[in-house]
């Protein structure tokens, strides 16, 4: 068995959800967004989709959380992809497959903003590519909560709430971050 906890991780798979809601037990994944890059934060591959769902199931989740009423495009725009929207396993299929071929026998270690959130929907929802995830993850939120906490330096987002901006705003985000230290 490989000891996970001293290799040295070569890339991170940088996810990102767009969901009605933040309970994984009741909302559902509209739209995700993935990108490996290596530590220089490279891309290295990428994979969006939206996610086909029930369409009066997601109208009620939505409506019982009053965040879409601050995003009426978003939401609309969410329930016009329902119809096109793949899947759900054929998505966790080729994540799947994805995280395989990019990472091989490495186990990929997940990274974004409150990443801990998508690690539940993933564990939920899509629990074969939930077991190829390492156990740790690159949370650029609690870097946010340091640098602005003790250092005073906030990086201002767009606040767009689309799974592959998010993604990007990531990266720039933890760039930032890290740029400081020079």
């Known amino acids: 068995m490989k000891d996970l906890k001293h ?18 037990s009741k909302d559902l994944i509209l739209e995700i967004a993935a990108e490996i890059t290596d530590f220089d ?6 994979y969006e989709a939206h996610i086909a769902q029930d369409e009066a199931t997601v109208r009620a989740r939505m409506a ?13 725009d969410f329930l016009t992809k329902l119809a096109t929207g793949k899947p759900s396993g054929q998505v966790e ?33 899509w629990p074969e590519l ?15 909560v ?3 906490g003790k ?3 906030e990086f201002r987002k767009k606040e ?15 760039k930032y971050y890290l740029s400081l230290r020079k």
């Open 7 to 24: 290799a040295r991780p070569t890339k991170l798979l940088w996810v990102d959800l767009e969901m009605t809601g933040l309970d994984s």
């Open 93 to 125: 299929q080729e994540l799947m497959a994805l995280v395989k071929e990019q990472f091989g026998d490495e186990p990929a270690i997940l990274a974004g903003n409150s990443v801990h959130a998508d690690r539940s929907f993933i564990e939920t929802h």
């Open 130 to 144: 939930f077991k190829l995830l390492h156990y740790r993850m690159l949370d650029v939120t609690a870097w946010k």
């Open 146 to 148: 340091v640098m602005y």
């Open 160 to 174: 767009t709430h689309r799974a592959f901006d998010d993604i990007h705003e990531s990266i720039a985000e933890l």
């Open 151 to 153: 250092y005073g330096h």
């Open 41 to 46: 934060f490279t891309p290295l591959a990428s």
């Open 64 to 76: 019982a959380n009053p965040w879409w009423a601050e995003y009426p495009a978003n939401r609309d």
